[in-house]
């Protein structure tokens, strides 16, 4: 990461990263809304998944990498028990993110204020432009 030639978005809002003590990598949080649930659970707030990470270089204004994080299996698989062992659990991870999604050249970034009570935590609940 060069200065501010690179940002990493969410869903089209940039993330509000914060240095780590190891030169080059910076750290950030997402809270979404991964699926609807019941009446007393923010009823007006739509699903945010699946989410769309993109590496932008400003510079070139362009996305040069991406992936799509879906909270469930993309497929719609359904597992009715727990993993038997770590190398499951990992399997059924790396098969909810796709290596293959960013968004196209142009694609305008929007930014969101930072709360001040989470200031490395984008919240896609707060944003208020609907669905992504």
Do not use: K
Not at 4 to 10: E, G, L, M
Not at 21 to 37: D, E, L, Y
Not at 82 to 89: I, Q, R, S
Not at 106 to 130: A, E, I, K, N, W
């Amino acid at each position: 990461m060069t200065g501010d030639r690179y940002i990493v978005a969410c869903n089209g809002h940039a993330l509000p990263l914060a240095p780590t003590s190891i030169t080059g990598q910076a750290v950030a949080a997402v809270r979404f809304r991964a699926w609807p649930g019941g009446q007393g659970f923010h009823p007006t707030i739509p699903p945010h998944v699946p989410l769309n990470f993109d590496l932008i270089d400003t510079w070139n204004e362009r996305s040069v990498a991406g992936c799509r994080y879906h909270a469930t299996h993309p497929g719609g698989r359904n597992f009715h028990a727990l993993p038997v062992n770590a190398l499951e659990a990992e399997s059924r991870r790396h098969a909810r993110f796709e290596s293959m999604a960013h968004a196209p050249a142009g694609t305008p970034l929007r930014t969101v204020g930072v709360h001040p009570d989470s200031p490395l935590t984008l919240d896609l609940r707060r944003v208020r432009h609907g669905r992504h």
